[in-house]
């Protein structure tokens, strides 16, 4: 679900970047790995890989197998499956895969005006609330 969710944000990616937002990406998986999936699709986002979890466990990041299992119960899970398909996005199996997602604003000033903590594997901070976020503080 991460390559979709950077996907869909690559689309936003033009307007928000006028509002002076950085995007990076940090996956739990090799640095090699991450460019030759996620960085072979040209997203203007920095993409970094993470596997020993550093920034993953520094800002609280969680792993869950049974939150990964119940993801793949919901039919919204397939629904956005069948989406990445269709776009051409075939993600990697990791055993670092139950790694819930997370989604961090943080101020030029480094304090962190949003966080989000995914439930499960395709709960990303919707695009709306950094659009809200930054509406309310320029400083992003």
């Known amino acids: 679900m991460c390559n979709l969710r950077l996907h869909d944000l690559a689309r936003e990616l033009p307007a928000l970047q006028g509002t002076g937002l950085q995007v990076i990406a940090f996956f739990h998986s090799e640095t090699e790995k991450v460019q030759a999936l996620a960085g072979s699709r040209g997203y203007p986002i920095q993409l970094v890989g993470d596997p020993g979890m550093i920034v993953y466990r ?29 776009h051409g996005i075939w993600g990697g199996i990791s055993l670092r895969m139950s790694g819930m997602p997370a989604g961090f604003l943080i101020g030029g000033d480094g304090r962190i005006l949003h966080a989000h903590y995914g439930t499960d594997i395709g709960d990303h901070m919707p695009v709306q609330l950094i659009w809200s976020t930054l509406a309310g503080d320029g400083s992003v």
């Open 58 to 86: 520094s800002y609280g990041v969680e792993t869950s197998w049974p939150r990964l299992l119940m993801s793949m119960a919901r039919p919204a899970f397939y629904m956005d499956w069948m989406r990445a398909m269709r």
